[in-house]
Every structure is written in C-alpha cells, then in structure tokens.
C-alpha cells in the first residue's frame, strides 16, 4: 500500500510545483494579452501589427486574441476568462460592447490584473455600476473624429444637400460619440444639410452594401453619405455602384484602410479619419511594462488621445510623393 502511495504522494507535488511556478512568477515575465474585437477587419490587423512591434522592441511577451468577427461580444467575454485563467500581467482591450464587457472584466480585477482600454471606451456608467477599475484608455476623439469626416464630405457637397449615415453597433461607446460628431456638423449648416436616412450596419462590408441598397431605394435623393468605419464604407460603394450612381454620392468613412485609400484615390469614396490603431497598441503595451514594473502611471497619462488626421485624394498623393 505504502510503495503504491508514492507515486501518486510524487505526483501531487509536482502538480502544486507547476501551479506555484504560474502563481508565483514575477509579473516581469509573464505575458500581457491584447484582446481585440476580431481579426477580420484590417484596422485590428494593425493594432496587432503595432503591438508587436513594440512588444519585441521592449523584450515584452504578448498573446494576441480576437473573436471571430466584431459582434462576437460572447467570444470576446470568454477570452477575457481565458486571460485571466493564464494569469497574464497585464490585459489590453478594445471592446466590442462598452457595456457587456464591464462584467466579465471584474474576474481581472479579483485577480489584480491591470486592465488598460483601448479604442473603444468602456461605457463609464456601467464601469461606475459593476465597480470595475481599470488604469488608462487609449484611443481616440471619436465625436472629433466624425466631424472632421462629416465636414469635409459637407464641403465637397458644396455645403448643402441630403446626407445619411451608416451607424457602428449601437451598445458601442464608439459608435454613439461617431454619430454625435456627425450630428454636430450637420448642425453647423443650419438645415442647408438635411439628414434623410439612418441605420446600422454593425461595421459590417456585407451589411452596409444591404442596408444602402434599401436606403438608395427609399432616397434616392441621398447625396452625402457617412459611415462610421471604412468597412462599411466598402459596403456602401457597392450598392452605390449596383444602383449606377458612382461619382453621384460622396462617402466619407473612418478608419483609413488600404482598401479605402484604393478607394479614395479612384474617387469612389472622399475621405476617411487615421485614428493610428498601431500607436494605440504601441501605446498599450509600454504602459504595461510599466505597471509589470511597479510603476505608477500618473494621472495625465490615464487618458491617452491619438493625434486624428483627415485623409483625403489631395493628402494620399502628397504622401506618396513624400515616399519618393
């Protein structure tokens, strides 16, 4: 009995040895997760790209994750478990629901991991109700962001006509300050500009081509056209072409995506925002070397806003040119 004892008395303590070495290892050398809405889209393509890149140069180990696509809010929660099972140092997010992701976030908090908020702003209302607390956010203006967008595109309208819009997902911070910089510019015309149409398409290609199509039907009067993110304004150029009104409405985006600026520079979109994801990742993951070395951040780093640029046909060829 007591020779069959030892092998299993054996392996007992090598288990409680490998759970002590997770438990126990400095928050120096653990990894930080960067939990993003989802792959798919070009602009988290950059993100991830951004926080390597300064992941490598720092010496910091980074586990990327993402969900299958950006309204995959129930994915992006149980990476958030995933996260905190692994013990990581440090979680970097970019929400894709302000408030659905508030709750799962308290498990980091039980566990003393610091969260840093990227792009998306956690919906500070249901931050204050669950009692989360998280370090800084890093992103970006996004009711600036829109008016500059929605400014130009009135401008190339000759500062009168109809516009729509095509909304992000409506439970994002995001989405609701995109569309009260939108509003904003559209009230500086003092009604020379006239909202006819809006809807979500949830930041989706396919959606956006879907739910244009049905505006176009229903206005056909649109001439002006502002999507909160470039991935619709993909959409949107396609169901402007199949109703054989390319040249005939002008869309401004957000985002700036290389198959945007192609898009830009064919004339079938007019402008878009660079809202720089790879700096808010970059951003991200020198903030938490930072807290995995003890540091404080000081209160005038706890908000972290990218410098916005409007992008348009006239700023793309002066890039270029800049390159040769």
């Known amino acids: 009995m007591g020779k069959n004892r030892v092998p299993l008395i054996i392996g007992l303590v090598a288990i409680v040895a490998v759970v002590l070495i997770v438990v126990l290892k400095p928050k120096s050398e653990r990894p930080v997760a960067l939990i993003m809405k989802t792959l798919t889209n070009e602009f988290f393509q950059t993100m991830e790209k951004g926080g390597r890149e300064a992941a490598k140069e720092l010496g910091v180990e980074l586990k990327v994750m993402s969900g299958s696509r950006e309204t995959a809010i129930d994915e992006q929660a149980d990476l958030v478990a995933v996260a905190v099972g692994q013990k990581v140092a440090v979680i970097l997010i970019a929400p894709g629901d302000s408030k659905q992701l508030v709750r799962p976030l308290l498990a980091a908090n039980k566990a003393n991991i610091p969260i840093i908020n990227l792009d998306n702003p956690l919906d500070p209302d249901e931050v204050k109700a669950q009692g989360l607390k998280y370090v800084a956010y890093i992103g970006t203006d996004n009711v600036q962001g829109a008016y500059m967008s929605t400014k130009e595109l009135i401008r190339a309208m000759g500062g009168k006509g109809n516009i729509a819009m095509l909304?992000?997902?409506?439970?994002?911070?995001?989405?609701?300050?995109?569309?009260?910089?939108?509003?904003?510019?559209?009230?500086?015309?003092?009604?020379?500009?006239?909202?006819?149409?809006?809807?979500?398409?949830?930041?989706?290609?396919?959606?956006?081509?879907?739910?244009?199509?049905?505006?176009?039907?229903?206005?056909?009067?649109?001439?002006?056209?502002?999507?909160?993110?470039?991935?619709?304004?993909?959409?949107?150029?396609?169901?402007?072409?199949?109703?054989?009104?390319?040249?005939?409405?002008?869309?401004?985006?957000?985002?700036?995506?290389?198959?945007?600026?192609?898009?830009?520079?064919?004339?079938?979109?007019?402008?878009?925002?660079?809202?720089?994801?790879?700096?808010?990742?970059?951003?991200?993951?020198?903030?938490?070397?930072?807290?995995?070395?003890?540091?404080?951040?000081?209160?005038?780093?706890?908000?972290?806003?990218?410098?916005?640029?409007?992008?348009?046909?006239?700023?793309?060829?002066?890039?270029?040119?800049?390159?040769?």
């Open 167 to 324: 909304e992000g997902i409506r439970a994002a911070d995001n989405a609701e300050k995109r569309r009260r910089g939108y509003e904003k510019a559209i009230k500086e015309t003092n009604e020379a500009v006239v909202e006819v149409a809006h809807d979500t398409a949830n930041w989706e290609t396919e959606q956006a081509a879907d739910k244009f199509a049905a505006m176009l039907q229903s206005h056909p009067e649109i001439n002006g056209l502002f999507c909160a993110n470039d991935n619709m304004a993909l959409g949107a150029i396609k169901a402007i072409d199949r109703a054989g009104k390319t040249g005939k409405i002008l869309v401004a985006a957000f985002d700036n995506l290389k198959a945007v600026q192609e898009e830009i520079l064919k004339g079938s979109i007019h402008c878009t925002i660079d809202q720089h994801a790879d700096w808010m990742a970059s951003e991200g993951v020198k903030m938490a070397l930072k807290l995995m070395k003890g540091e404080e951040i000081p209160e005038s780093d706890k908000v972290k806003l990218v410098n916005l640029e409007l992008i348009t046909k006239d700023v793309l060829l002066e890039k270029q040119k800049a390159k040769k």
